[in-house]
């Protein structure tokens, strides 16, 4: 289903003349492009279902939050260090062995992986998934303005554009365009916006240890350890809920389907096409988490909430336009 977009995507990309040369006079560069693209998509869909299944946990069966997050950080953290030490027994403790590499692990441990994934899952509960999700989406404007101060140059018409975009879109959706109430509670609203900030740290932040380690060993320590700090919010032994079928399948469709493999994907992707291009695939997950939840779920999602979707969406491909002035380089 998806993977017409990726190729779209892809063809945008090898458009801009600076990426066609780039791939023509590098075949393994053209690869490596083409598998960063289709495993952003990847990512995106497991986490837009993931993040449905974790609606119908929260509201259907009372499975708590908190507990959820320290489960799935633990067991993939656990299960990607694993697989780092198989294949790569030296890397595995080197990071620890440096003291900027030291700092680094913890603050992406704790403001981004442990911090977009309960602030995201906060944000679901509080609300549902398809709210949730979009909001966190604006995450790639934040990416965009970060970049353009960085670089100390004010963003071009396209970036403005979404930016504009970005800020209607969320409007909509909180307000269905009445500026006097809030279609959602406050504390949703809350926990959307700091998942979209969250993200934007999670995505920048690692890639210069993502440039010098592998990113089983980066994301095997990165889960490992927020999954440690937060067992002292909830110990993985205090379980809550209605325990049945369902709720055994989801749970366990979202720690392997919904964090072990799309985290690994998606940062992948990062390290092989940049995270700008990467958050731009990503687009996919808004979408894929509004029709799953509506479709299955029976969310109730207006007009007006389409139509702020939509203006995300849009956001998110205008940002992943190439410039002529811009350079083959990652951001």
């Known amino acids: 289903m998806y993977y017409p977009i990726i190729t779209l995507f892809y063809y945008i990309y090898a458009s801009n003349p600076i990426h066609k040369r780039d791939i023509i006079m590098n075949k393994v560069n053209n690869h490596e492009i083409l598998k960063g693209f289709l495993l952003a998509v990847i990512a995106a869909v497991l986490w837009g279902v993931s993040g449905t299944f974790g609606q119908f946990l929260f509201h259907k069966r009372g499975v708590n939050v908190e507990w959820l ?44 992986v442990l911090a977009v994934q309960y602030s995201y899952f906060a944000a679901i509960n509080y609300s549902n998934a398809a709210t949730a999700t979009v909001l966190q989406y604006t995450g790639p404007v934040m990416i965009a303005i970060y970049i353009a101060l960085k670089r100390k140059k004010f963003p071009n018409g396209l970036t403005c554009l979404a930016i504009l975009l970005a800020v209607l879109g969320t409007f909509l959706l909180v307000t269905h365009g009445n500026i006097g109430t809030l279609s959602i509670s406050g504390i949703a609203l809350f926990f959307g916006l700091m998942s979209a900030v969250t993200l934007a740290f999670y995505t920048l932040q690692p890639v210069r240890l993502l440039n010098k380690y592998p990113a089983s060993t980066v994301i095997g320590w990165g889960m490992l350890f927020g999954g440690i700090t937060f067992c002292f919010v909830k110990a993985p032994w205090d379980v809550a809920g209605t325990w049945d079928i369902y709720t055994y399948t989801y749970t366990c469709f979202i720690v392997i389907f919904g964090t072990l493999i799309p985290f690994y994907a998606y940062l992948t992707a990062v390290k092989l096409i940049g995270g700008q291009k990467t958050s731009l695939l990503a687009s996919a997950e808004p979408l894929s988490a509004a029709l799953l939840a509506v479709l299955w779920l029976d969310t109730p999602f207006t007009f007006t909430d389409w139509i702020g979707t939509t203006c995300i969406i849009i956001t998110i491909i205008l940002l992943g336009i190439p410039s002529h002035k811009s350079t083959s380089s990652h951001s």
């Open 69 to 112: 997050i320290t489960i799935r950080m633990l067991v993939t953290g656990i299960i990607l260090l694993t697989l780092a030490g198989i294949n790569s027994r030296p890397d595995l403790w080197r990071i620890w062995r440096n003291h900027k590499d030291r700092v680094d692990i913890l603050l992406f441990s704790i403001l981004g």
